[in-house]
């Protein structure tokens, strides 16, 4: 749909985000999950929470104040409780194997696409999702693929491909690796490509259901030369719970039908090019 410039194209050093950029980026992740924590526990103190995400009560309560004025958050006297106005938690994503039935044509086409998006010995990152996992199946079968992921369902793949799983906590509804330990490893790690599987794309970007997976996703993006999203069209304008990054993040998007609307004018704004999987 539209030529990507040739600054977002460079694979230089140079574009490697800056450390206020990477400061940002966690700040993001750690107001997102002390949202989550206070949905689960009614109510936080500050000096928990600091201790929990290892900053000090000075940051806590920067987060407390932001999060209050989002609306996800009412904060009290050394904490916080759940805000009477914030909204109630979204329906639980499907199952994995309902996922995989649904669309399962337009996915499988999808990967084909996707497939030429990385060449022999590039370093790919590969995330978790249906569709992302047809991909790892056409991938594997290639001594000269390079893989790096934190899906177990690509572990379980009979490969002849190098395939690198970073740790962390399994979180066994997804089969995926999240938490500290995953975001460190994959943070000390530069991609030529990352596939990402997103349960939303919108004007405001691409989202996931779970906080745990949105956190990886986003390092992914941000340690990777090219940043590609594959999602069938019943991902468009949709609502999940959280945001993993701006349409700006994004290089590609392989999909199944052109966006249209405020969808497509985003896209083209951003300078993501589209590529339909016919």
Not at 110 to 136: H, N
Not at 153 to 177: D, I, Q
Not at 197 to 217: L, P, R, W, Y
Request: proline share 5%; net charge neutral; aromatic share 4%.
């Amino acid at each position: 749909m539209t030529t990507e410039t040739p600054a977002r194209r460079t694979k230089h050093p140079a574009e490697k985000p800056s450390p206020r950029t990477l400061g940002r980026m966690m700040g993001v992740v750690r107001k997102d999950r002390i949202a989550q924590v206070i949905r689960e526990k009614g109510f936080m103190s500050s000096a928990d929470l600091a201790e929990m995400f290892g900053v000090s009560e000075m940051t806590v309560r920067r987060d407390l104040s932001d999060l209050e004025e989002r609306g996800d958050l009412r904060r009290t006297h050394g904490g916080a409780i759940l805000s009477e106005t914030c909204p109630p938690e979204p329906a639980p994503a499907p199952f994995f194997s309902d996922r995989q039935r649904e669309n399962a044509e337009a996915k499988a086409r999808i990967a084909r696409k996707a497939l030429s998006l990385a060449r022999p010995q590039e370093m790919v990152a590969l995330d978790i999702g249906t569709t992302v996992l047809e991909l790892a199946r056409l991938m594997v079968g290639d001594p000269a693929r390079r893989i790096f992921s934190n899906n177990l369902r690509v572990a379980a793949l009979e490969t002849r491909a190098e395939v690198y799983m970073l740790g962390g906590k399994m979180r066994p509804a997804a089969m995926s690796l999240v938490g500290p330990v995953t975001m460190e490893q994959a943070g000390k790690l530069w991609f030529d490509v990352a596939f990402l599987g997103v349960s939303s794309i919108t004007e405001g970007g691409i989202f996931d259901f779970c906080i745990e997976d949105a956190e990886i996703k986003r390092v992914y993006a941000a340690r990777a030369s090219r940043c590609v999203v594959l999602a069938d069209q019943s991902k468009f304008d949709v609502n999940a719970l959280v945001q993993v990054a701006g349409l700006e993040r994004i290089h590609t998007l392989v999909t199944d039908a052109a966006p249209t609307g405020a969808l497509a004018e985003a896209l083209q704004a951003a300078g993501v090019e589209v590529i339909v999987a016919g």
